[in-house]
């Protein structure tokens, strides 16, 4: 039986042009993500609503951190840097790179990735490409 949560997330994007289909292949590539990042995954599959872009790449990020500092990713601070304070490789930024442009629908080349040193340089970059 399905979750009240995935009820309402179908319910949400069902005048949207998103398939049911697209919606289980993005749970299946965000299944290590939090539900609030699946959520605003189909959401922005649907309407492509930038605002919810975010929210999208912070849960990225945070599925491909080490379990112990995953705590500083809920503080909110845009400014930790991803291989200084959050222990990022190289690596894991490709991981991170490719889920990202899976789920947002953006390309990145490796060239691109040399100043994205923060969450919000990260995310500044995104939210500028979908422009």
Do not use: H, W
């Not at 697209?22 to 699946?38: G, M, P, Q, V």
Request: hydrophobic share 40%.
């Amino acid at each position: 039986m399905p979750s009240v949560r995935n009820l309402y997330l179908r319910i949400k994007v069902a005048n949207t042009n998103i398939s049911e289909a697209e919606i289980d292949a993005l749970k299946e590539s965000l299944k290590r993500c939090s539900e609030k990042t699946i959520e605003a995954a189909v959401e922005y599959r649907g309407t492509k609503n930038a605002d919810l872009v975010p929210t999208i790449v912070t849960g990225i990020i945070e599925r491909f951190l080490e379990p112990d500092m995953r705590p500083q990713m809920s503080s909110g601070d845009d400014s930790l840097e991803l291989f200084n304070d959050l222990g990022v490789d190289s690596l894991t930024m490709m991981e991170i790179v490719i889920l990202v442009e899976e789920v947002v629908g953006v390309s990145i080349e490796n060239e691109e990735l040399r100043d994205l040193k923060s969450i919000a340089d990260v995310k500044a970059f995104i939210r500028t490409k979908l422009s």
